[in-house]
């Protein structure tokens, strides 16, 4: 490994306000491999920094931007951590940028695209099968939360802090804790996330509540029986009860502007596609052409959230990224743009409850909320500043039930199907997890086993789509989604859910909700009332299911076109872990079938039995593999792909059948 420390420096324009890049490292990737006629890679770490006027149309929409120290020509700097893997002959590459905002500061993309990754990949195993690297692209990962947790190679934003002058700015913060193992103590960032200090940490007048349900009673907590360690943990004696929601609010100063992030990624990526200045070194971003992006949860949110606030306009009314691919982010954006944000915090079944991450907009073109009379579209500023991109929007059955995924593509009352754009497709993967389980599968914490529907391998086909789309024209798999219309989405009581012996059916799920912060949330992105009023919820639709319990809509895998069981998109908590009628986070269930009738009989279970199904294990991977390659005349897999994905068949055989 050869490292190099240098420094680019690259004019401040109005279209991108990169001043320079730091790199701290720049070496080969596996010594040179070759993955694909001269196609060797490199990897670049390093810093970059930036300067913004706060006074610009496409930077005022940042919240506290006014209040943020300026340089002496009134600019507002900041800088983001970098990491680069891209051709060393550019040439040889394929002239597209793929960005990944990191996930809560961690790098996903590999581990999706090429079956293996990590936060810092250096070894074999690490790059997988090398699918992108085989393609050209030139993947880049930029930091844009100033709140990811201290660990090592993770990426994050260094935002300045808001300041009226020589005073702080001073407000409240909510933290929330749900705990599903036994513990005395939890810290006010979520999972680790950095988290704003208590200003007075021995004010008497704070109150740790906690209550049994999202809509029910806060009860107080006695002052002595808890106090605050460090500014950042609360530590209780006696513990802290399973399943239970506990909450402080309390007055922290300093609040970073964490909007700043959104700038970072549209002017690091208009930089890559239009250019800078004559010192920059042609083999640093020459011949790229084309960026898309691609998120995964998180990230897929911060996607939603970019585009809302029209940073896909470079502030030349050029376009930043030609095309997204946003997986799994339901009607989620991040908590960003806001005063005191906590990004990591996100909506879901049992957890962030009343945190501002899945606000309306859902839908991608303007609707219109009954309740309140206010009209928005999450592409509204793109459509009129002309920057609008290619768009793939997909969520798996689990953003039905636990992120609000119906109200991308339903009215918000839910009573009719929303107009979908012309760029934009929606894709459901039937009968899926937030994220395919490990194999076998696990059950940790729920009642069901986890889900292990593996419907990455779309993503893969899909990525190639959206390019063909975007470089040719040429026409995506059309939107494959349950709709109203056709009876394929319903509300959760119409589901039409076999009684399967042992496997309770939910009460509860996660409902995107109106939420009142006080009158200058929503327009200057400051709380003022925590916890928020509650309002009335929007409209939550589920997928319609057939005689097994897997989702009729969307693009069935293999795996459910041929099933060995029933897949979910929901699990319940498990008693061990408190709150057992509440839905888990982040996971589905996986229930197999009986082997035989006689042991489906005695179970009393409706579903027929594997033997039932298919005669011996050459009939079902025939079965299997068929149903890949149909998937793969849909535009839903690769070729390459089906030996692959037909191993995955012949393990759940053994796993179901020879269990």
């Not at 793929?98 to 999706?112: C, D």
């Not at 809509?215 to 943990?233: F, K, N």
């Not at 789309?469 to 349950?482: D, F, I, L, N």
């Not at 298919?614 to 009939?619: C, H, I, K």
Request: with cysteine; charged share 25%; hydrophobic share 35%.
């Amino acid at each position: 490994m050869r490292l190099l420390a240098a420094v680019l420096c690259v004019t401040a324009l109005a279209s991108a306000e990169v001043i320079r890049i730091e790199v701290q490292e720049r070496s080969e990737v596996l010594g040179g491999r070759e993955f694909g006629p001269g196609l060797a890679y490199e990897r670049i770490i390093g810093k970059v920094f930036f300067a913004v006027d706060p006074q610009a149309p496409a930077n005022s929409v940042i919240t506290d931007i006014l209040l943020a120290p300026r340089n002496a020509k009134g600019q507002v700097e900041f800088s983001s951590d970098l990491y680069m893997l891209k051709p060393r002959d550019q040439e040889r590459g394929n002239g597209n940028v793929l960005f990944e905002p990191p996930n809560r500061g961690a790098k996903g993309l590999l581990g999706i695209f090429q079956r293996a990754g990590s936060n810092d990949p250096r070894s074999e195993q690490e790059f997988g099968d090398g699918f992108l690297l085989q393609q050209g692209y030139t993947l880049v990962w930029l930091g844009w939360q100033p709140d990811v947790p201290e660990r090592e190679h993770l990426m994050r934003l260094y935002a300045p802090a808001a300041r009226q002058g020589e005073k702080p700015v001073t407000g409240p913060v909510r933290a929330e804790f749900i705990p599903d193992r036994r513990t005395t103590q939890f810290l006010l960032g979520d999972g680790g996330h950095r988290a704003y200090p208590v200003v007075n940490p021995e004010d008497g007048a704070l109150q740790l509540t906690v209550r049994e349900r999202e809509e029910g009673p806060r009860r107080l907590i006695p002052r002595e029986a808890w106090r605050i360690e460090d500014g950042t943990s609360v530590v209780m004696g006696n513990g802290f009860e399973l399943g239970k929601i506990y909450e402080l609010v309390y007055e922290s100063q300093d609040p970073l502007v964490a909007g700043l992030g959104l700038a970072a990624v549209r002017d690091f990526i208009a930089y890559l596609k239009y250019g800078g200045t004559p010192q920059t070194p042609a083999d640093f971003r020459e011949n790229l052409v084309r960026t898309y992006g691609f998120g995964n949860s998180q990230s897929a949110m911060f996607f939603r959230t970019f585009l809302y606030y029209g940073f896909n306009d470079d502030g030349r009314k050029r376009r930043v990224f030609d095309g997204l691919l946003g997986n799994v982010a339901g009607g989620r954006s991040v908590s960003l743009n806001q005063r005191f944000a906590q990004p990591g915090r996100t909506a879901g079944p049992f957890r962030a409850l009343d945190y501002p991450s899945d606000p309306f907009p859902y839908s991608d073109l303007e609707m219109r909320d009954p309740e309140t009379g206010r009209s928005d579209g999450v592409l509204t500023r793109s459509l009129k500043a002309g920057v609008v991109p290619k768009i793939f929007w997909s969520n798996s059955a689990y953003e039905y039930w636990g992120c609000a995924a119906s109200l991308v593509h339903t009215t918000p009352d839910g009573t009719q199907d929303a107009p979908v754009g012309a760029t934009t497709r929606i894709y459901l993967f039937s009968s899926g997890q937030h994220g395919p389980s490990a194999f076998p599968p696990p059950q940790h914490g729920t009642q069901n086993l986890a889900n292990p529907n593996d419907f990455r391998w779309a993503l893969r086909a899909l990525l190639v789509a959206l390019d063909g789309w975007v470089q040719a024209g040429k026409e995506p798999p059309a939107s494959r989604y349950p709709r109203i219309a056709d009876d394929r989405l319903v509300t959760p009581g119409a589901v039409q859910f076999p009684k399967i012996p042992g496997v309770a059916f939910p009460a509860r799920w996660h409902e995107a909700r109106r939420l009142d912060f006080g009158a200058r949330f929503w327009t200057a992105g400051i709380a003022e009332v925590e916890p928020p009023k509650r309002g009335k919820v929007y409209a939550v639709l589920v997928p319609q299911v057939d005689a097994d319990g897997n989702d009729l809509a969307g693009v069935r895998m293999p795996e459910i076109e041929v099933a060995l069981g029933t897949y979910t998109g929901w699990n319940l908590r498990s008693a061990e872990a408190g709150a057992p009628d509440e839905l888990a986070s982040s996971t589905g269930s996986f229930i197999p079938f009986a082997k035989t009738k006689a042991e489906r009989e005695r179970r009393g279970d409706p579903r027929p039995a594997v033997a039932e199904r298919y005669p011996d294990a050459a009939e079902y991977l025939k079965r299997f593999e068929a149903a890949a390659k149909q998937r793969v005349r849909e535009g839903f897999l690769l070729e390459r792909d089906v030996p692959r994905v037909t191993e995955r068949g012949k393990a759940l055989w053994e796993y179901v059948a020879g269990r």
